[in-house]
């Protein structure tokens, strides 16, 4: 294997995942698509992977990565699990975002007009909702589903065409979309102690509530304009006619709340240019998400974190976060700045095995491939920690020293408490992909 040769065997690493796939000519076809991932080339889609690969043709990777006869979901438990052992625990973080791949065509499954964060606009794009388990900058997918625009969902007929299984015919929002995959992430005992989300999902109240019913830490991001309350608000019996308790105070938009506090510098990591840093303004919030008493006013809700981003570039963030009242400013940026490496992983994704580079237009064909991508990125995650240079940074399994972020809120939620002017240990860029595999049949 070269350069790898030092690190598992794939075929070894792959026995958990070729136990549950049933049919041998299935754990033929399962390596050899990992293998045209992993190896070298600029595209990898079908054709030009079995060309890589020596195959006399592409019918067989065709068949195997688009057949609806095998229930691939044995595989995405082994994704979980996989995950889990790697980075998994009560300082991880499950990252929810999405993902879009471009297109030019209409015809491919979920395909529409759509905000294409990869070209910066709207654009013809497939969109999908990812969950990324991370610890210590390590992303490892775990999910990626479609989200179906209303212009499929109108369309029974395209639906059946590409495949679309009829349970997933349903107005589905893409919270909700990740809400159901975080369950199943759950039950299949993935650990971890936040679940971050930019604004995307954070601006929405019910997903929001979706996870405080859950019982889950959270980070999320929100718009400028969103209502607060003073921690202090109470509701009070209503004048006239109204029947519904009042709030004693007005909401105000959380850029206002913020904008009289003072912003105080910090820096959560160490990029590869220096120190990456910020100024944050924090205080206890009671969001304005709870029900309607009069127009656009909502009664108060739980009480939250506010948190202002104001980046050196003159940008303004804002976020919500339901961390315990003691946490400190630097634990929760270094929360909030988590995210970061979801992001990260879907380029690498991208730009190294190729998970926009699929051709086919099914549902099955799309989230096989994408199946099989995520398998592929846990394998060279598997490789990365196994480094001899990561074993050496302190931590059993290779893993590094934890950050101070996270560490902190490992200790909020026991009940410990930790010096607070301590920070964490400068964070490492993501290594480079490990050197290709050969092809080999």
């Not at 029974?156 to 590409?162: D, G, L, M, V």
């Not at 909700?176 to 102690?193: K, M, P, S």
């Not at 308790?245 to 009289?260: G, H, M």
């Not at 990365?384 to 200790?411: D, I, N, Q």
Request: a positive charge; glycine letters at 10%.
């Amino acid at each position: 294997m070269g350069e790898r040769s030092s690190g598992p065997d794939l075929d070894v690493w792959l026995a958990p995942f070729l136990a549950a796939m049933g049919r041998k000519t299935r754990r033929t076809w399962a390596p050899l698509y990992l293998r045209g991932l992993l190896g070298p080339g600029d595209r990898k889609s079908l054709q030009p992977m079995a060309a890589r690969l020596g195959l006399p043709g592409h019918d067989q990777l065709q068949h195997f990565i688009a057949s609806s006869a095998w229930d691939d979901s044995p595989l995405w438990t082994e994704v979980a699990r996989s995950a889990d052992r790697l980075v998994g625990g009560s300082d991880a973080c499950l990252v929810i975002d999405d993902t879009a791949l471009p297109k030019k065509g209409t015809h491919s499954v979920g395909v529409a007009r759509q905000y294409c964060g990869a070209l910066g606009k709207k654009a013809n794009c497939q969109s999908l909702v990812s969950l990324t388990l991370a610890r210590d900058e390590v992303p490892v997918p775990v999910a990626l589903r479609l989200f179906l625009p209303e212009e499929w969902l109108a369309d029974p007929k395209r639906c059946e065409r590409a495949g679309v299984p009829e349970a997933a015919v349903v107005p589905q929002s893409k919270g909700a979309i990740a809400l159901a995959e975080l369950d199943r992430l759950r039950a299949e005992g993935v650990r971890f102690g936040v679940v971050l989300a930019d604004a995307g999902y954070g601006c929405s109240a019910v997903f929001r509530h979706g996870l405080d019913a859950r019982g889950l830490a959270w980070a999320v991001g929100i718009a400028k304009n969103q209502k607060v309350y003073d921690p202090g608000v109470r509701l009070v019996e209503p004048g006239g006619r109204a029947r519904k308790p009042v709030p004693d105070q007005e909401p105000q938009e959380a850029e206002a709340v913020l904008a009289a506090l003072p912003w105080r510098h910090v820096t959560w990591r160490q990029g590869t240019k220096g120190a990456l840093s910020a100024r944050f303004a924090m205080t206890r919030v009671r969001v304005g998400d709870g029900p309607v008493w009069a127009k656009n006013r909502h009664q108060p809700g739980d009480e939250v974190w506010l948190v202002g981003e104001w980046r050196a570039s003159g940008e303004r963030k804002f976020y919500l976060s339901n961390l315990p009242p003691r946490t400190t400013r630097r634990a929760l940026a270094g929360t909030i700045k988590a995210r970061w490496v979801c992001e990260q992983g879907h380029q690498q994704m991208k730009e190294e095995l190729g998970l926009d580079h699929f051709e086919g237009r099914s549902w099955t064909g799309l989230h096989r491939h994408a199946l099989m991508t995520c398998i592929a990125c846990a394998y060279l995650q598997h490789l990365r920690l196994a480094r001899p240079e990561r074993a050496g940074r302190g931590e059993k399994g290779g893993r590094p020293p934890r950050t101070a972020a996270v560490s902190e809120l490992a200790c909020c939620a026991s009940g410990h408490h930790r010096p607070t002017d301590r920070w964490p240990h400068p964070a490492r860029a993501m290594p480079a992909l490990p050197a290709p595999l050969p092809a080999a049949v």
